[in-house]
């Protein structure tokens, strides 16, 4: 009787031990499943306001190009840097948005100044170089390829040290 006993008991183990086991595993799996579900939708989310990004950079170019600063010219130009400024809060890599976020303020803080071309070491208006920046960014973003961070170089005082 005893070792009928010690048998039982073995099996009755070797269940809790193979439901154990087997629950573990299915645990495992969910939250591989779910973690995987939820980069895939950062991968999106990031993507397309990457791709919006980049309309919006042409459109802010486009829009300085114009060179009439007349009540409609602010009124667009507000309504293309919200939209650059809700795209922002959609990347989910903080150097990214961090840059997004600090070109918009330097277009909202003063369009005239960010129209004008600069002197010899900055030939060019500072706004192209924003939009040139946003573009070269989230190409990387589109990518998936890492952030370049020559990039900061450029603009002094953008990422806080």
């Avoid at 193979?18 to 579900?37: C, D, L, N, Y």
């Avoid at 667009?76 to 600090?102: G, H, I, T, Y």
């Avoid at 070269?136 to 170089?153: L, S």
Wanted: glycine share 6%.
């Amino acid at each position: 009787m005893r070792a009928e006993k010690l048998a039982g008991l073995m099996g009755l183990a070797g269940a809790v031990v193979g439901a154990v086991a087997s629950t573990g595993a299915v645990i495992w799996q969910q939250r591989k499943i779910s973690h995987e579900a939820e980069r895939t939708h950062l991968l999106g989310l990031s993507e397309s306001a990457a791709n919006e990004v980049v309309r919006l950079s042409l459109a802010l170019e486009d829009h300085f190009a114009k060179e009439y600063y007349g009540p409609q010219w602010w009124v667009d130009l507000r309504q293309v840097l919200r939209e650059l400024e809700s795209q922002a809060l959609r990347l989910p890599d903080p150097k990214v948005r961090r840059l997004v976020q600090w070109g918009h303020a330097e277009i909202l803080r003063d369009p005239e100044r960010v129209a004008e071309e600069g002197p010899e070491e900055w030939p060019t208006a500072r706004y192209r170089d924003i939009c040139t920046h946003f573009r070269t960014v989230m190409g990387t973003v589109i990518r998936r390829e890492p952030f370049p961070d020559a990039i900061w170089a450029q603009f002094p005082g953008a990422w806080p040290s």
